[in-house]
C-alpha cells in the first residue's frame, strides 16, 4: 500500500483480451463499445474495433474486430480479421478468424484461416474460401534434456 491508501492495482487486474494480432495492435483500436453497453442496429466500422459489450446486428468493418470476454454479437460479423474471446451468434465471414479459450461461436463461419484454442465452442459449419490457403504443417520437437515434446507449425508453401 502507497501513500492516501492506494493499492497497486497489477495485482487486482484481469488479464485482457489482446488485441487483433496482425491488423490492429491495442494502440489500433478507434472505436470500442465498453463493457455493459447494449446497441442495435446494423454497424460498418471502418477502423480496428473491440466490442466488451452486446450488439444485436450486423457488423462489417474494413479492419479487425475483437470480441472481448464480456462482448456478445448477435448478427453477422464480416472484416479482414476475427477475434472471439466472448460470443457470436451468428455468421462469421473473415480472412482469419480466431477462437480463443472460453469463446462461444454459434453460426456459420466462411474463412481461409481458422484458428481454435482448445476451451472454445463452436457450433456450425465451416467453409473455406481458397481451398490453397495457408496449410499449416505441425512439427513435433524434442528436448533432449526434459524429455519434453512442443508441437511447431510451419506454414506450408
Do not use: W
Not at 113 to 123: A, K, P, R, S
Amino acid at each position: 500500500m502507497s501513500m492516501f491508501g492506494s493499492r497497486d492495482k497489477s495485482n487486482n487486474q484481469q488479464e485482457s483480451a489482446p488485441a487483433v494480432n496482425k491488423s490492429a495492435s491495442s494502440k489500433d483500436i478507434k472505436t470500442l463499445i465498453g463493457e455493459g453497453c447494449k446497441v442495435e442496429g446494423n454497424f460498418f466500422i471502418p477502423t480496428a474495433t473491440r466490442i466488451d459489450g452486446v450488439i444485436k446486428g450486423d457488423l462489417t468493418g474494413d479492419s479487425g474486430i475483437v470480441i472481448g470476454h464480456t462482448g456478445k454479437v448477435i448478427g453477422s460479423v464480416c472484416a479482414s480479421e476475427v477475434v472471439i474471446y466472448g460470443m457470436v451468434e451468428g455468421n462469421v465471414e473473415t480472412n482469419r478468424l480466431e477462437l480463443k479459450k472460453g469463446s462461444k461461436m454459434n453460426g456459420d463461419v466462411t474463412v481461409n484461416n481458422l484458428v481454435t484454442e482448445q476451451g472454445c465452442i463452436f457450433n456450425g459449419k465451416c467453409a473455406m474460401k481458397d481451398e490453397t490457403s495457408n496449410v499449416t504443417e505441425l512439427v513435433p520437437e524434442l528436448n533432449t534434456s526434459t524429455g519434453n515434446v512442443k508441437i511447431k507449425s510451419v506454414m506450408s508453401s
